[in-house]
């Protein structure tokens, strides 16, 4: 398997435009998580999506992001407008289920980095 | 509302062994001790995990203390590339079954 992908890798924007990340989990993984990643902040968990369904986005910093999982391949992570305090690494991570056979170990994407101006 | 507590940062030798510590105090019946480790420029990737006996794979071992309000990490020849953050992380499969990671241990391991 390929492991979790994400892109873009990176992404340079302007404050005020809109920045579309995607993310597409290992295949049969039911678990989907977006992280941010700053100096300031560590390792933030923003929301996960169990079977697509979104279960806690209570880290969402606020109406300017949301997230989507239209089906089991596929997730995107969308801030606009975007502004300098959104720049970060942006980490997508899957997992099986836990306690079905699998250990709940999640799996993290290489990460994409953004940076708004 | 931190779950679980470690320390900013730990040094070690070398191919000496190296025991990082973590306290979860409140650490509920169903909290599973999770760790992971995020080497530099990448993302975190999973170390070990455990629930009440103590867990040996090919990367580290980890011990549960008896009341589970504490665990340690264990590498048993640190290498250069072991350098990285080390999360100690509580994870309940029954109930919010999120990640939610805290500072992290960042561990320097001198030649």
């Known amino acids: 398997d390929a492991g979790v992908i994400q892109s873009p890798r990176h992404e340079v924007t302007e404050m005020g435009q809109e920045v579309t990340l995607r993310c597409k989990p290992i295949s049969g993984h039911d678990y989907l998580f977006w992280y941010r990643q700053t100096m300031m902040r560590g390792l933030e968990l923003l929301i996960y999506f169990n079977n697509n369904v979104p279960i806690d986005d209570s880290g969402m910093p606020e109406d300017r992001f949301s997230a989507k999982m239209p089906n089991a391949s596929f997730s995107t992570l969308k801030i606009q407008p975007s502004e300098p305090r959104d720049s970060a690494v942006y980490f997508c991570a899957s997992s099986l289920e836990f306690g079905a056979g699998g250990t709940g170990e999640l799996f993290f994407g290489e990460g994409s980095r953004l940076t708004v101006l | 509302d931190a779950k679980t507590t470690q320390p900013n940062s730990m040094e070690s030798n070398e191919e000496e062994p190296v025991h990082l510590p973590c306290n979860h105090s409140t650490i509920s019946g169903t909290d599973y001790i999770h760790w992971y480790r995020q080497l530099p420029s990448q993302g975190p990737e999973y170390v070990i995990h455990?629930?009440?006996s103590n867990v040996n794979n090919r990367m580290a071992s980890l011990a549960i203390a008896e009341d589970r309000k504490s665990s340690t990490l264990i590498l048993h020849r640190a290498t250069l590339r072991d350098a990285a953050v080390y999360y100690c992380i509580l994870r309940d499969p029954h109930n919010n079954n999120d990640m939610r990671f805290g500072a992290g241990t960042r561990l320097t391991v001198k030649p």
């Open positions: 455990g629930l009440t």
